[in-house]
Nanobody
Framework: QVQLVESGGGSVQAGGSLRLSCVAS???????????MGWFRQAPGKEREEVAI???????RYADSVKGRFTISKDNAKNTLYLQMNSLKPEDTAMYYC??????????????????WGQGTQVTVSS
């Protein structure tokens, strides 16, 4: 029902910046504007972790490890999600995945588990 395609990954030195993008396509008459969207990442040998989430109203949450350095945003007109990553560190090296899902039906907050995932884009930060 939801297809996600990431781009913008690459190699950068510590302290540098990258901007990831994710284009969402929604079928069956639904719109991505009603969805929670965000970014997860996974490094080799490490657990997958939530990086940043944005809800349909623009509310956000971030992992403690990226607060103050990363900014999540979206352009509803373009059905595109962004992750601006500044002051990158070697520990940010990972495959980054775009995710999407409906908010909780009661409460309306964004979930911590997601049903829709992109293929991922690699981010490598060298020291």
């Amino acid at each position: 029902q939801v297809q996600l395609v990431e781009s913008g990954g690459g190699s950068v030195q510590a302290g540098g910046s990258l901007r990831l993008s994710c284009v969402a396509s929604v079928a069956s008459g639904y719109t991505d504007r009603t969805y929670c969207m965000g970014w997860f990442r996974q490094a080799p040998g490490k657990e997958r972790e939530e990086v940043a989430i944005i809800d349909s109203d623009g509310g956000t949450r971030y992992a403690d490890s990226v607060k103050g350095r990363f900014t999540i945003s979206k352009d509803n007109a373009k059905n595109t999600l962004y992750l601006q990553m500044n002051s990158l560190k070697p520990e940010d090296t990972a495959m980054y995945y775009c995710v999407s899902d409906r908010p909780h039906p009661r409460g309306g907050y964004c979930p911590y588990e997601y049903n829709y995932w992109g293929q991922g884009t690699q981010v490598t930060v060298s020291s």
